[in-house]
């Protein structure tokens, strides 16, 4: 195919706003990409075929046997207010589609609920339980597994840069799992914190 696609940071503030009693953080410095792209001499039908493969290779569940979770991927892009998307219901993580595919070099990001409303359970109520050396899992719409395991896991302030969860220039192969931390703020409908699991191809 004749195209070219370049990677160029581009640093921006970036929140994860929840819904109902879920609220989310400020975060900074994600990667976009920025596409040069030459004309094809492919065909049409031939395009539609390579679009599906990609499809294929798009992630689909998330399994960390070390907290029980086993949960379906949603790709999420940025929101109107031009902050990362949330996964719509407790149960399901989102991965930031604007950035590398889990598995690509580059750091990839999933977010999921914690502290969800009314007692209900949500998929990273455990996140904190994760120790360095745990597994995490990706698996893709195709049957393909990567696998990560967890190297960092640090929490910030809602409102602390954190230019290094959605960037990385090292070449290295990252999983970054997002979710609230600390205490829940009625007035601004947000927890003090955000838990950040950072983790690494094996």
């Not at 949500?122 to 597994?145: C, I, M, N, S």
């Amino acid at each position: 195919m004749g195209s070219k696609i370049s990677l160029k940071s581009l640093r921006i503030v970036l929140g994860i706003f929840g819904i109902s009693f879920f609220a989310a953080a400020i975060f900074a410095a994600i990667s976009f990409w920025k596409s040069d792209i030459k004309p094809s001499s492919r065909s049409g039908d031939q395009t539609i075929q390579d679009l599906g493969k990609a499809n294929l290779k798009l992630p689909a569940r998330l399994d960390i046997p070390k907290i029980n979770v086993d949960a379906a991927i949603e790709d999420v892009g940025l929101t109107p207010q031009g902050t990362m998307a949330v996964p719509e219901g407790p149960l399901d993580v989102a991965w930031f589609d604007l950035g590398p595919h889990p598995g690509e070099s580059g750091s990839a990001v999933i977010a999921g609920h914690e502290g969800w409303k009314n007692g209900i359970k949500a998929v990273f109520d455990d996140l904190y339980q994760l120790h360095v050396g745990d597994k995490v899992y990706v698996g893709d719409r195709e049957g393909a597994t990567t696998t990560f395991v967890v190297r960092d896991i640090q929490i910030y302030d809602q409102n602390g840069g954190t230019s290094n969860i959605f960037d990385s220039n090292d070449g290295g192969v990252h999983l970054n799992l997002i979710t609230c931390e600390g205490t829940w703020n009625a007035a601004q409908k947000s927890y003090s914190n955000r838990l950040v699991v950072f983790t690494d191809e094996e």
